[in-house]
């Protein structure tokens, strides 16, 4: 009786588990063959600005392959029960992930080989995979009441995703053909939409759901994500017209909303951990809290190369900062609490009761994710501002040790849910 | 009187154990008698009745009283005679609600002695959050009401965790009645 009402209704609106978990999966594989990438490339690590080879590979496999995989994954589910719009058919989320995942494969190989074909081909796929992403997304957004800083973040995600996309296939055709007149302003374009305008936005959106949700604790008031949206769009805007026109006050005005917007959304993040009624948050909110530190981190980096402190080193380390030390911070923070708490929701332990998340895998395994990973950041930053490869490697060995980890946890926990599927009546 | 539903108390009222007034000498002379009602009211016991005699249907009066708890039923003698019978509600000392005065304001109230929260206006996850401040504060006892907009699934793993559980009592268009009760109490 207790199973049956457990769940009543539920199943209906979760997507069956192995959507979200296949692109879980493929980030995970991602999150171990960057910092693989990375060891081999490390050599080169702090004079590459742009071009094609591993290290443009090393990117996209961090953006589209980890962060991208994740947010699609992590997004898919909880937008459909957030404005409580499920999905029409499940097959379009499968199409999905069967365009875009070998389509961000042959993308980061032809980038990785330098091969034009390769890369164009891959691209069209990834960019018809996002296009169908944000169909879906837009698809469930439209129209909801209610949640509307939430849905200014996706709004202004969605559309920072279509900017993105279009620059990255005229980058690649530019490669080849050559007509831009300034490729390393596209190039910069290009990362702000896709770092700053898709993901973190979206990150930042998502927050205002799942941080009190695993916390424990009342979401921040309207006012805040409102508040930090309206910022962090205007900025977005600033710089890239300040890049796009060479007037570098217009992008420093950018940085000076996006410090106002990213502080605010610092302020009610606080707010929420302040209240927490979850006292003991463990490793996911470490990763968490160190992913929103690294974020104001990388938000005056940025204002201090604008305004020309930067040493030579100084754009790898905003980089580095920006997606390894921000947004791969802390979305691993969060699939290291979404893994468990998905897995449970599929989960049916004796009597039908949903399986404790904690059972299900050695957590241990994640303390080794946490520890490497921010290890790993720590050495790669240190590497990277004394410009010594070999410390780069030695980052890079210990961000493998702890993405290894997060793999072997993720694998436990699909294998402990294929076995202990609920039985249906 | 056809179709009203008069209270139980005035069902097996004996007119002559109620504290009468009659109020029509008072109005007659020009005076306003409600300053002497309300010094009758504050001597009447929880089991006393006031009978009030008026030349018609005080309904200013019999509101006021209501919002201070008293009952009222007003009954028609002639053209120009009413005759109302006032009496304190039977009140039960509930306990105190749950401090939830973090979150955005939803309505919260007893209903047949159980703890209701209609959650429908609150954005995810202040729902899931005010469920379980009342689990851990522990006013709603082992066993409490929600509504809800939202199937609350990210709810379940938490409560589960806790051995608590939800039953669906209800699913329409105006959201979902559900109760929220502690495991092997139920």
């Given amino acids: 009786m207790i199973g049956t009402n457990f769940l009543s209704g539920a199943n209906s609106r979760l997507l069956p588990p192995s959507i979200p978990f296949r692109f879980f999966m493929v980030a995970m594989i991602c999150y171990m063959l960057f910092w693989v990438t990375l060891f081999f490339n490390a050599a080169d690590l702090t004079g590459y600005m742009i071009g094609s080879g591993p290290l443009l590979s090393m990117i996209h496999i961090a953006t589209l392959g980890i962060l991208t995989m994740t947010v699609i994954g992590a997004s898919l589910q909880l937008l459909s029960v957030a404005t409580r719009k499920a999905f029409r058919g499940f097959w379009i989320c499968r199409l999905l992930s069967w365009v875009y995942i070998p389509g961000f494969m042959l993308l980061a190989y032809g980038m990785f080989q330098g091969e034009h074909l390769g890369m164009m081909g891959g691209a069209i796929l990834t960019a018809i995979g996002l296009l169908i992403f944000f169909y879906l997304i837009i698809n469930n957004i439209r129209g909801v009441q209610g949640m509307a800083a939430i849905m200014a973040h996706c709004w202004t995600a969605m559309l920072s995703l279509i900017g993105l996309l279009i620059l990255g296939i005229m980058l690649i055709i530019d490669m080849e053909h050559g007509f831009m007149s300034d490729h390393l302003a596209m190039v910069l374009s290009h990362f702000i939409l896709a770092i700053f305008g898709f993901m973190s936005l979206l990150a930042m959106g998502f927050s205002y759901i799942l941080v009190p949700m695993f916390a424990l604790a009342p979401a921040p008031s309207e006012k805040i994500g409102r508040l930090s949206v309206a910022s962090n769009t205007l900025a977005i805007i600033a710089i890239l017209v300040g890049v796009n026109i060479y007037l570098n006050w217009v992008s420093l005005i950018g940085i000076f909303l996006a410090m106002v917007g990213v502080g605010v959304y610092l302020y009610g993040m606080m707010r929420v951990y302040g209240a927490r009624m979850r006292k003991r948050l463990g490793t996911p909110f470490l990763l968490i809290r160190v992913g929103w530190a690294m974020l104001g981190l990388t938000i005056i980096w940025g204002a201090a190369g604008l305004m020309g402190y930067w040493s030579e080193t100084g754009h790898t380390l905003f980089g580095v900062l920006a997606v390894v030390g921000w947004l791969l911070t802390f979305l691993t923070g969060i699939l290291q609490r979404i893994i468990p708490f998905l897995s449970s929701m599929h989960t049916s332990g004796s009597g039908g009761i949903p399986m404790l998340a904690s059972s299900m895998a050695d957590e241990r395994l994640l303390m080794v994710n946490a520890v490497g990973h921010l290890s790993g950041l720590a050495v790669v930053s240190f590497g990277v501002i004394l410009d010594i490869f070999v410390i780069i490697k030695i980052g890079a060995v210990l961000g493998f040790i702890g993405a290894s980890g997060l793999l072997c946890y993720l694998i436990t926990v699909v294998c402990h849910m294929t076995r202990n599927q609920p039985k249906t009546p | ?186």
């Fill in chain 2, 1 to 186: 009187m056809t179709g009203r539903i008069q209270p139980v108390w005035f069902a097996n009222l004996n007119v002559d154990e109620c504290v009468h007034m009659d109020v029509r000498p008072i109005l007659t002379g020009g005076v306003d008698p409600l300053q002497q009602i309300l010094v009758k009211v504050d001597l009447l016991s929880s089991d006393d009745i006031l009978l009030i005699d008026a030349p018609f249907d005080p309904v200013p009066l019999r509101r006021m009283l209501g919002a201070r708890g008293y009952e009222s039923n007003a009954v028609p003698i002639s053209d120009k005679h009413w005759r109302v019978f006032f009496k304190k509600q039977d009140t039960v000392d509930l306990p105190a609600l749950p401090d939830i005065s973090d979150l955005p304001p939803f309505p919260l109230y007893w209903h047949e002695g159980m703890l209701e929260m209609d959650l429908r206006k609150l954005e995810p996850p202040n729902p899931m959050i005010a469920i379980l401040k009342v689990i851990k504060g522990g006013e709603g006892g082992d066993n409490f009401m929600v509504r809800l907009i939202r199937d609350p699934i990210y709810l379940y793993p938490e409560l589960s965790e806790q051995n608590w559980y939800a039953e669906t009592l209800e699913e329409n268009e105006d959201g979902l009645k559900v109760r929220i009760y502690q495991g092997n109490k139920s």
